[in-house]
Structure formats: structure tokens, C-alpha cells
T-cell receptor, first 112, second 111 residues
Framework: DTGVSQNPRHKITKRGQNVTFRCDPI?????LYWYRQTLGQGPEFLTY????????KSRLLSDRFSAERPKGSFSTLEIQRTEQGDSAMYLC??????????FGQGTRLTVV | QKEVEQDPGPLSVPEGAIVSLNCTYS??????FMWYRQYSRKGPELLMY????GNKEDGRFTAQVDKSSKYISLFIRDSQPSDSATYLC???????????FGRGTQLTVWP
């Protein structure tokens, strides 16, 4: 499969726990984006990387959120001290030179 | 006011109907206009994108962009039950990745 891969697909966690999601983009794509989608809403931008550099962060990305993309390959999104309001679908998208954004299947987070 | 407005529906039509979906936006700096389809609990998949005003056709799908009115549309001809999904408009400025989405319109096509 040469598409964007996200793991895990589903995560249930207790409030206050830390969670980490992983995104493997399409191999030749140099840009990687994280979005969050809540029920009944469109995806909202969180942050983006060009290669290993994190170039933009949304105000939605509170101090409890951190993202990395070591070596410009896969990316991780960590949420510390999860809250019920963090429950959402977390989507990753990769973009190559002159290509559109290809989205992964998302990680659905439920905080109980 | 959100940057992109989209009526969430739901929209329910019989098989074979012509479906019209639309979005309005406020920022004239948007240059890329896209439509994504999203099935339940799946990621969005790109249907069509345009860079300028005018029409673009791909099979049963036609995308229209009117920059002067800040209005974009997606038409689906001869709709099929397999078209049942949420349709998201997405607009981009200088890049194809940093997108501003509408909230999506939920479409059901019944046989």
C-alpha cells in the first residue's frame, strides 16, 4: 500500500493519560499536515512540516500537543494529559511537489 | 464568521437525481478550490480540484468556481447509492496542503 498510513486506527484512553499517534506519509512527499475533525465538522488544521521542519502551528495546538517529524519521514502527534474535548478524528495528509493533499484514514481518539 | 460556509444538510435524493452542493467563502486570497468525499469513519479522498474560475468536468461530476461571488459548487449527475457520503469543500491559499474546509454536506442517494 503506497498511501498515507495512520496508526492506531482507534484509541480509547482515560482522561489524563498521554497518547501518541503515528503517520507514515507517501514516501516521496516532503510536506506533512495534521488536522483534527470533530463530529459534524470539517477537518481543522493543526500543524505542518516541510521535511523535518515544523513550519506552522495552529492556535488549536495547545501546549499539551506536540508533533515531530524526525528525519523528514514519519511523524508523531502526542497529546499529554488528555481531556474529553480532545476526542476527535486526527487526520494526517501528505503533499508532494505539485500534488494535492492525500489523507490517511485517521486515528479516532475517544477520551473517557 | 467562518472562512468557509457549507450547508451541512442532510440531503436525501432518489437514484438518478442531479445533486447540487455548494460553499461560500470570504477570503479572496484563496486560489485552490477542492471537493473531497468522505465515507463514514474514513479519511477524505479528493474528487476534484480547480485553480481558477470556471467549470471542470470529470465523468458525472462538475465543479464550478465563481471567484467574483466567492461561491463554489459541485454537481453530481445520475447520482448513485454509492455516492452516499459527506462532501467537503476545501479551499487553499498558496499551497495545496494548508486547507480550509467547510463542515461538509451529508448526502444520501436512495435506490
Amino acid at each position: 500500500d503506497t498511501g498515507v498510513s495512520q496508526n492506531p486506527r482507534h484509541k480509547i484512553t482515560k482522561r489524563g493519560q498521554n497518547v501518541t499517534f503515528r503517520c507514515d506519509p507517501i514516501s516521496e512527499h516532503n510536506r506533512l499536515y495534521w488536522y483534527r475533525q470533530t463530529l459534524g465538522q470539517g477537518p481543522e488544521f493543526l500543524t505542518y512540516f516541510q521535511n523535518e521542519a515544523q513550519l506552522e502551528k495552529s492556535r488549536l495546538l495547545s501546549d499539551r500537543f506536540s508533533a515531530e517529524r524526525p528525519k523528514g519521514s514519519f511523524s508523531t502527534l502526542e497529546i499529554q494529559r488528555t481531556e474529553q474535548g480532545d476526542s476527535a478524528m486526527y487526520l494526517c495528509a501528505s503533499v508532494g511537489i505539485g500534488t494535492e493533499a492525500f489523507f490517511g484514514q485517521g486515528t479516532r481518539l475517544t477520551v473517557v | 464568521q467562518k472562512e468557509v460556509e457549507q450547508d451541512p444538510g442532510p440531503l436525501s435524493v432518489p437514484e438518478g437525481a442531479i445533486v447540487s452542493l455548494n460553499c461560500t467563502y470570504s477570503n479572496s486570497a484563496f486560489q485552490y478550490f477542492m471537493w473531497y468525499r468522505q465515507y463514514s469513519r474514513k479519511g477524505p479522498e479528493l474528487l476534484m480540484y480547480t485553480y481558477s474560475s470556471g467549470n471542470k468536468e470529470d465523468g458525472r461530476f462538475t465543479a464550478q468556481v465563481d471567484k467574483s461571488s466567492k461561491y463554489i459548487s459541485l454537481f453530481i449527475r445520475d447520482s448513485q447509492p454509492s455516492d452516499s457520503a459527506t462532501y467537503l469543500c476545501a479551499l487553499g491559499g498558496s499551497t495545496l496542503g494548508r486547507l480550509y474546509f467547510g463542515r461538509g454536506t451529508q448526502l444520501t442517494v436512495w435506490p
